[in-house]
């Protein structure tokens, strides 16, 4: 058996995405579904933005991530590992959750998709006028 770590848990939300995260002291590595997340995030931007808050306390090298994420698409996925790396952090380290409050990843962002209207062809778009 190997010396025991201290994990830290934190749950991430964006649009319709859930992501469990799990940190510990590390080297750096970064799972996702059992993937790393240069493989799982397919375009850099959004495994950039699932970094984001590691980037913030400036700890990249020192800790391992390891989320389960489900739910939504790539884009909302990535917020909701930012966002439980986040709250994850600040449990490890209640020190940080200033730096992470005033850079916002602790809020969680309430954009979700508008419902569509009946008689309508979208959320806001109408069909066309015709005057006669």
Known sequence: MSAETTVFL???????????VRITEGTGKLV???????????HENFSKAALRPLLTVELRDKIDVTANVAGGGVAGQAGAVAHGIARALQRMNPELRAALKKAGHLKRDPREKERKKPGQPGARKRFQFSKR
């Open 32 to 42: 996702a579904n059992g993937r790393e997340f240069e493989d799982y995030f397919s």
């Open 10 to 20: 934190g749950t991430g939300r964006r649009k319709t995405s859930t992501a469990r």
